[in-house]
Every structure is written in structure tokens, then in C-alpha cells.
């Protein structure tokens, strides 16, 4: 709209096919507008009723538009603007007087995109035979509905358990309504198990009675005995007695290196005295009694004539059993090994896995909304940890459940030993999730922490499980040392170290079954068992302890009070600037007031003392530069007073410190210096009943993709401790008067980007919050024409009704649109590099720092006045001592730009601009309407702009 009345001469409007009208902006304003807006920036205090009669005695057709703690609105009809001057004659009379009850006034014209929206409801009122006004008293007032369902807020009764019971729900839906969470839950522990059952299935003990080997030449592939005739005796007989036996007997000149490289016996006839030599590779570990065996043989069939058909001599290997229990134990078994690398890799994955939620809800800020909520930071951990064990826990039971009952695996199929691994994994669930939470803090985004998380959880178990699984075979008790330490290290490697040993003591109580020795128990200290549970205990307790340090440090408090030294951030008194503006001066005198004041009359719902906000950017490779980067102050010296029944506007281009403020109210950062005080209540990131007074919409919605509009909405009722009964009434209530009951059981990746912020600011009411901050609540509202501005207007008109005079709740709004800032605060001040430049109501800045007004006038162009623009230019120059400039000038219109300063009295400027009308007769209409807020913006930021 903006776009279209500055650019175009004239504006048509086009619907369903149909020309609607067309003509300049003032033609279309005149003739479809609603009129006139009246602003009266009254005293604090000031009842409305006398306002109303002061101007309704002037002008009885005025019609009440809306009011607010410190300014009245009134629309005015464009058709008497002859009553005007006396109107406005009788206001200024009232800010002249000692006891007046008005500070100043304004007026505008409506808007082009006022016109707009009353055709497109006059359009839509046709096609539906019915008659809807916007801005009538029908307008949507949930802050009415709420009231006739909870009485004041002693109704509302935070509950840990119902509080519990609802996130522990959404939790819960949140995990099935995701199919991916099965992946890790139950397909993968299937699938190692499946490969464990192929790897694992034999035996892992070793035989205690070996079976013996009957030692021949057959016991190797190479079979040749060498012999080498240094005689003249024939050994004919010898060499067949050989071949007989199994094995081949073949003649050398020599027994070189070469001849004798792939056998492993021979033999050497030589000497009568020394008949044969015999000769044998020890290489090959049997040579020698299979080489002594053959010869007995030979021997024994030379005596006498018996043919030898097999050896009457048998030669056998049978070692003793095994007395040497630490060989058995401690022996490298590769099928344990591998089902150890195999859990670790699994129970290393699970936990990180569920986790990464938690790095989700940071991303979306929606940790952050839940602890603005009231939602303490125990009982979110707490919930998430309950409900994190439920989906381990499935897991754990499905892999003990295939594992011991239907893969069988051996070592596990002692009852003992199966309640070991049972209280182990029961143990290292808690204590694995919080190690995942603490960790996860490393991360900022979700895929990052889900790619990475993993590998910083199973790795270093894998590794150290290796260490332990192959040392312990030559060294049981540096194996054992280092499992001791390695529990102590990482709760990763606890549960891969403690199957180990439970597989070691499986194998001793085999061994003492076949032994006759007492058996052991899987829970004595010397089985190391037990050590892993106190391991576990360790980490639990541990790494519960860091995760509230870290889970503070996150939240914005120092690492003082995060370890519970409670230090207050300094305070100093500062000196204010000759150049500080004097209303920001005067805010600031306030609030010293207040603050020294031990018994104040009345408690503001905020109260902002000397804010300070300074953000040290230490460089890493600073030594390696000349110039070093200074500290940024992003807030300085902020003093703030807000009574109840006010919309205050926080305005400020990028890295103003808008956003920083905000933050720190809410305790996402922690100021350097000053107070914060929320209806008297000091804020503190671990306080949570001072965040039960607080509601935020955050500017970008902080909302779980998987969960409905309804189901947020009565989570955050329940923690706000609305009463269970009451939740689903209220809730109803609130999706109607928003008018988005078709979206209520739609999950939130469904909705529109108005409809997001519609629910965002929905969950900011619930509970009867004092303070309700919005971040750009109009942001991401529906992007095409005409649905934009009436989704957008409307929520103005829910905001206004929520925060009317009469409540008890207040809201700060930080805002990029200047117009939602002029339609909803009753306060604004402009910050430029951290500092407060000006503070005041809308009306009053726009007086005291606004660019002026517009006068449009049109006249009939007719042949014989050919000359009246250039006449009724310099007569409008005249007037206002030639302190004006043409802003548009067209054949039969002529538009002015009027300084604030030429704009002395409104009632003589109506009255000059009436007498004209009658003098000239030519005038057809014109209109005088004070520029926006936006321009008063504008030439603040250009001032940081050239700072910078």
C-alpha cells in the first residue's frame, strides 16, 4: 500500500473481475475512508469520561476508537472538518492551562491500507449476505474470555507433577510420530544382535580334556624321509618298510639347505660301528616322535616276517588338562572380542542419538519459551531424562530379551550373570544420557550434533576395550588396572569392559564346575564387576553436577552463580550526558526514585535500573595482529519504568540493542551492570517463580514440528499451572477468538507462517502473565495482499485487547514495521548503539521529533483557472512563511511538506485551510494528516549509520 501511494497517480482496485473504484489516494480516502484519527497523549491517570466529554461537546459525531494508559483515539468524520478548529482550538486551550489532563495531540488521515481493507470487507459482506465490520466493538477480546474462567490469579497453582505429566506426554508423542527414532531403537540392535548370534555361537571356553592326535607321516602334507647310503649295505628292505608305513623314503647325494628345505625327517647310513644316523626339522612341531615312531616300526618288522599292514606301534600327542587358570581366563577370544566392539558401537549410539532432542531445543529456542513458561530447568531435565529412559529402556529389554532367550548367547545364560548385565545397563542408561546432555552443549545445530555426537560416545569405548581385551592375555594385572581406569574415564566403555569380564567369569565357573573348585560369583570384587557399577554412579553423579553448571552457563548466568556464589552484577551510578534527551532523563530520575523509595505506593510491572551490557570479543590471534577488537557495548545505561496497561515499543535499527534487552529480561544474557526487576521481583535465570509472570513470543517460532497447535497450548497451560479441569475450556476459547480452530488439530509443520504466530503469541497470554514480551509478533504473517493485512491487523486488534487501560498485564514489543509500532504502543523508545534516545507516547515523540504533516488539496481544473495551482501555491507558502516544500505536484493537485516547527497551533491551520475552501472555490477537498513514526525512525538510524 506504502508502494502504491507513493508511485501511482491513481489506484484501482480490482475483485473477483470486477472494477471496485478508482482515483488518486486523497479521492479514495475521502470517499471509502473511515475519516480522521484523533491521538490525545493524556496525563497518567487521566479518566477517560472527561476526554470524551471534551470532545464530544465539540464534535458530537466523534466515535471512541480505542484508549490506553496514556493516550485516547478517537475517530473524527472527514465531512465536518469545519468543526475542527474549534475542536482543536479547546484542546490547546486545555495543554495551556496548569491543571490540564492533555500534553498534546495529533492528526492523520486514513491510511490507503485502511481503505483497502474496508472494500475487501464490504466485497467479502456481498458474496455473504451478512455485515462484519473490523473495527467495531465485536472485535476479538480473549483477555475478556479468560476472564469468566479464572477468577485472579490465586486460581493458578504451578504443579511439578502436572507440569511432569504434560511435558513427559508431548514427549512421548514427539517419539512415536517420528518413525526415524526406531532406527536406533530397535532395527540396529536387531541387527548387531543377528550378527553377534553368528559370531558367538560356539563355545568361547576352551576343552579342559584336549582330544589326543595320533602322530604319523600322514600328519603333514610332506611325507619324504631322506636317507643318504654311505655304505655298500643294502637297504632295499628298509626303504619298502618306509613306503609301508605312510611314508616316502627318497635317496640324497647330500643333505644340503636345498634338498632337505621341505622335509622334515631324514636319515644317515654311515659306519658299521655307527649304523644310522637320525635327523630331524623342529620347525615342524611333531617331527620327532612321528620321526622315532617310523624307525620303531621299521625296527620292530625287521625282527621278524610278519608283513607289516599297519603299525603295531602307535605314538600319540595328549597334553594334561589345563592347570594354569589365568591362561584360560585372560586368552585372547576373538568371538567375545568382537560381540564387545559390536555393544559398544550400539550402546554408544542409542544414548546420543535420543539425545540430540535436547540440541534441537536449543536451535528452536523452545528450551528457552518452556523456562520463560516456568518451566524450571530441574524439572526439564528431569522429564526429558524420564522420558530418554522409557525409549532406552525398550531397547535395553529387546537386546537381553534376543540375546539370552532366543540367540542364546553362552556366556549369558547364567541366571547371575543375566541379573548382572540387567542392574549394569540399568545404571548405565541415566548415567549415559546425562553424559550425552553435558556433551550435546558442544553443538549449536541438531545435524551437527547427530554426525558427530555418536562417534564422541562409542569411539573412545571401542578403542579402550580394544586396549583392555588385548593386554589382559599377557598381563592379567595391567589388563585389570586399566580397566579400573578406563571405567573412571568414559561411561562409554563401562558396559563393553564389564561384558568382557563377565564372559572371563563365565569361563571360571566353567572351569571350577570340571575342576571341583568352589564357584565364583559374578558380583565378588575380584571379577571387576562390581567396580563398573560404581563407575557408573560416579559418571551419574558427576555428570549431573556439570550439566547444571553448563546448563546455567547456557542460560546466560555467570560462573559465579553457576556454581553457587550468588554475586549480583555490579552497579554504578552513572552521569548522565548533556546531550541526553530529557524525557530519557526523566525516565531515568524515575526510576531512582522508585529504587530508593523502600515503601513505593505502586509496583511497575518492570523496572530497568542503569542497564549496562557489555560483550568482550577476546581474538585468539590477537598477538599476531597490531589492533586488538575492543569490548562491544550493546546496552548502555538503560533506565526503564513500565506501569501496567502499557504496550511499550522497542525500537532500533540491526545492533541497536533491542534484542540484547529483551534477552536479558529473560535472563538468555546476563547484563554487566544494573537491575532488572519484573513486578518487583529480581530476575534470575534459576528464579522460576519470576518467569511464572512472564510470557514470550519469541520472534522466531519456537514451536515442535510434530506436535499440534492444541497439544502446545495445553502444555504450556499446564506448566503455567492453569487448573486441569479448566485447560481444554480455556484453550478452546483462545484458538476461537484467534479464529483458528480449523488449524487446531494440525501439527505445526502444517501451518502457515501467520498461523505459527498467531499460536506463538496464543501460548504468550495463557496463564495471566503480568509481562508479556513480543518479539516481532506480525513477523512471517500470510505474504499476498489483502489476507497479509487483515491477519495482520487483527492480531493488532487481539494485542490491543489483551493490554487494554484496565488490566494488570503490560507487554514490550520489539518491532521492524513502524506502522505496528504506531497501531499498538502507548510508549516507544528508539535505541541507537545501545543507548535510549528517546522515550515518550507515540504522539508525543511524533510532535516533539516528527518530520511535520502532509497537506494534499485538489481542485476542479477547468479552462478558465488555468491559473489557480501557481496561486494556490504561493497562498499556501504565505501562510507558513514560505517554510514548506512541494512534495507532489500534478495538473489538479498539489501536495506539501510541512515541517513540525511551521506547526504552531492545528485549530489556525483548519481554520486558514476552511476559509480557503470558501474563498477558493475551486478546492474540491483536501487533506492534512501528520506523517508516521517511520520518518522519526528514519533520522535516528541515519545517525548510527554515520557513527559507523
Not at 602322530?215 to 613306503?243: G, M, Q
Not at 513470543?697 to 479448566?726: F, N, S, Y
Request: a neutral charge; one cysteine or more; aromatic letters at 10%.
Amino acid at each position: 500500500m506504502d508502494e502504491a501511494d507513493v508511485l501511482a497517480d491513481r489506484k484501482a482496485i480490482v475483485s473477483n473481475g470486477r472494477l471496485r473504484c478508482v482515483g488518486t489516494s486523497l479521492f479514495l480516502k475521502k470517499r471509502f475512508g473511515i475519516g480522521y484519527h484523533l491521538a490525545v497523549d493524556i496525563r497518567p491517570g487521566t479518566d477517560v469520561d472527561t476526554v470524551n466529554h471534551l470532545i464530544v461537546a465539540n464534535i458530537s459525531n466523534a466515535r471512541l476508537e480505542r484508549f490506553t494508559a496514556s493516550e485516547v483515539f478517537y475517530i473524527l468524520p472527514p465531512t465536518e472538518t469545519q468543526l475542527f478548529p474549534r475542536l482543536f482550538d479547546a484542546l490547546e486551550r486545555n495543554i495551556a492551562e496548569e491543571n490540564n489532563f492533555i500534553q498534546s495531540f495529533g492528526i492523520s488521515m486514513t491510511s490507503l491500507e485502511e481503505v483497502f481493507l474496508k472494500l475487501g470487507e464490504e466485497i467479502h459482506d456481498e458474496s455473504q449476505n451478512t455485515h462484519k465490520q473490523y473495527t467495531t466493538d465485536d472485535s476479538v477480546r480473549p483477555s475478556l474470555r479468560l476472564e469468566s474462567l479464572i477468577s485472579d490469579e490465586s486460581d493458578l497453582k504451578p504443579s511439578f507433577w502436572q507440569s511432569f505429566k504434560a511435558f513427559l506426554y508431548l514427549r512421548l508423542l514427539i517419539f512415536i510420530r517420528n518413525p526415524m527414532h526406531a532406527i536406533p531403537i530397535i532395527v540396529l540392535p536387531v541387527i548387531i544382535i543377528i550378527i553377534s548370534y553368528f559370531l558367538v555361537r560356539t563355545s568361547s571356553v576352551k576343552d579342559l580334556s584336549p582330544t589326543p592326535i595320533l602322530l604319523k607321516p600322514s600328519v603333514y602334507t610332506t611325507r619324504a624321509l631322506l636317507y643318504k647310503n654311505a655304505t655298500n649295505i643294502d637297504v632295499k628292505k628298509f626303504t619298502e618298510l618306509v613306503d609301508r608305513l605312510g611314508a616316502t623314503a627318497r635317496s640324497v647325494d647330500n643333505f644340503s639347505m636345498k634338498s632337505v628345505a621341505d622335509s622334515y625327517m631324514a636319515a644317515k647310513i654311515d659306519t658299521l660301528d655307527k649304523p644310522m644316523e637320525l635327523l630331524f626339522n623342529d620347525t615342524f612341531t611333531h617331527s620327532l616322535p612321528i620321526l622315532i615312531n617310523l624307525m620303531s616300526n621299521v625296527l620292530y618288522y625287521t625282527q621278524g616276517s610278519a608283513k607289516p599292514i599297519q603299525s603295531p606301534i602307535n605314538t600319540y600327542n595328549h597334553p594334561f588338562p589345563q592347570t594354569d587358570e589365568e591362561s584360560v581366563l585372560y586368552s585372547f577370544d576373538g568371538k567375545v572380542f568382537t560381540y564387545c566392539i559390536l555393544m559398544a558401537i550400539m550402546l554408544g549410539t542409542i544414548p546420543p542419538t535420543i539425545s540430540v532432542e535436547v540440541v534441537e531445543d536449543r536451535e528452536t529456542k523452545i528450551k528457552n519459551l518452556l523456562r520463560v513458561c516456568g518451566l524450571t530447568l530441574r524439572q526439564y531435565w528431569f522429564t526429558t531424562l524420564v522420558c530418554h529412559m522409557i525409549m532406552f529402556l525398550i531397547s535395553v529389554l529387546l537386546i537381553l530379551i534376543i540375546t539370552v532367550w532366543i540367540v542364546k548367547i553362552e556366556f549369558l545364560q547364567d541366571s547371575e550373570a543375566v541379573g548382572c548385565v540387567f542392574i549394569l545397563f540399568i545404571l548405565f542408561i541415566p548415567s549415559s544420557l546425562i553424559t550425552c546432555y553435558v556433551w550435546s552443549h558442544l553443538f549449536n545445530k541438531k545435524e551437527t550434533a547427530r554426525g558427530i555426537l555418536p562417534l564422541l560416545c562409542y569411539l573412545p569405548g571401542m578403542i579402550m576395550v580394544m586396549v583392555v581385551a588385548l593386554v589382559s592375555p599377557n598381563n592379567a594385572d595391567t589388563g585389570k588396572l586399566l580397566h579400573y581406569v578406563f571405567c573412571f574415564l568414559t561411561p562409554f566403555y563401562v558396559p563393553q569392559g564389564a561384558l568382557l569380564y563377565v564372559a572371563i567369569t563365565s569361563n571360571l565357573i566353567k572351569i571350577s564346575s570340571v575342576a571341583g573348585i568352589p564357584r565364583v560369583s559374578f558380583f565378588d570384587w575380584n571379577q571387576n564387576i562390581v567396580i563398573c557399577f560404581i563407575a557408573l554412579l560416579f559418571h551419574l553423579i558427576l555428570y549431573s553436577i556439570l550439566l547444571t553448571i553448563v546448563d546455567k552457563l547456557k542460560s546466560g548466568e555467570s560462573m559465579s552463580s553457576a556454581l553457587g556464589f550468588d554475586r549480583r552484577p555490579a552497579h554504578t551510578m552513572s552521569m548522565p550526558s548533556e546531550l541526553e534527551d530529557e524525557d530519557v532523563r526523566h525516565e531515568r530520575v524515575e526510576v531512582q526514585k522508585f529504587m530508593t523509595d523502600s515503601h513505593p505506593n505502586k509496583q511497575p510491572i518492570v523496572v530497568l535500573n542503569e542497564l549496562h551490557k557489555k560483550y568482550s570479543t577476546p581474538n585468539p590471534y590477537a598477538c599476531l595482529k597490531k589492533d586488538k577488537k575492543r569490548a562491544k557495548t550493546a546496552v548502555q545505561n538503560m533506565s526503564l519504568l513500565l506501569e501496567s496497561g502499557h504496550v511499550f515499543g522497542l525500537l532500533g535499527p540491526n545492533g541497536a540493542g533491542k534484542t540484547t534487552t529483551m534477552k536479558i529480561m529473560i535472563c538468555e544474557e546476563i547484563q554487566t551492570e544494573g537491575t532488572v526487576l519484573i513486578s518487583g521481583h529480581r530476575v534470575k535465570a534459576s528464579d522460576s517463580h519470576v518467569f511464572k509472570l512472564i510470557g514470550y513470543c519469541p520472534q522466531h517460532d519456537a514451536l515442535w514440528k510434530e506436535i499440534t497447535v492444541r497439544e502446545h497450548m495445553e502444555l504450556i497451560a499446564a506448566i503455567r499451572g492453569i487448573p486441569r479441569d479448566r485447560i481444554k475450556r480455556i484453550c478452546d476459547n483462545y484458538i476461537e477468538d484467534l479464529r483458528i480452530s480449523e488449524h487446531s488439530a494440525k501439527k505445526t509443520q502444517e501451518l502457515s507462517g501467520g498461523t505459527k504466530r498467531k499460536l506463538c503469541y496464543l501460548m504468550a497470554l495463557l496463564g495471566r502473565s503480568s509481562l508479556v514480551l513480543l518479539d516481532e509478533p506480525s513477523t512471517g504473517m500470510d505474504p499476498k495482499g489483502m489476507s497479509k493485512s487483515k491477519s495482520k491487523r487483527f492480531l493488532w486488534q487481539t494485542i490491543l485487547s489483551a493490554f487494554e487501560r484496565n488490566t494488570n498485564r503490560s507487554a514490550v514489543l520489539t518491532t521492524h514495521s513502524m506502522e505496528e509500532a504506531d497501531a499498538l504502543c502507548t510508549r516507544l523508545a528508539i535505541m541507537i548503539k545501545g543507548v535510549m534516545r528517546c522515550i515518550g507516547s507515540v504522539q508525543h515523540l511524533k510532535n516533539k521529533y516528527g518530520a511535520g504533516y502532509v497537506l494534499e488539496i485538489k481542485w476542479t481544473q477547468t479552462p478558465d483557472n488555468a491559473g489557480f495551482g501557481p496561486k494556490l501555491k504561493h497562498t499556501i507558502e504565505s501562510f507558513f512563511a514560505n517554510n514548506v516544500s512541494v512534495k507532489e505536484e500534478y495538473n489538479n493537485r498539489l501536495a506539501f511538506d510541512i515541517p513540525q516547527q511551521s506547526i504552531q497551533s492545528l485549530s489556525k491551520i483548519f481554520s486558514f485551510l476552511e476559509d480557503l475552501r470558501q474563498t477558493m472555490a475551486d478546492i474540491e477537498e483536501y487533506s492534512f494528516s501528520q506523517k508516521t513514526i517511520e520518518q522519526i525512525f528514519i533520522d535516528f538510524a541515519k545517525q548510527q549509520e554515520f557513527d559507523q
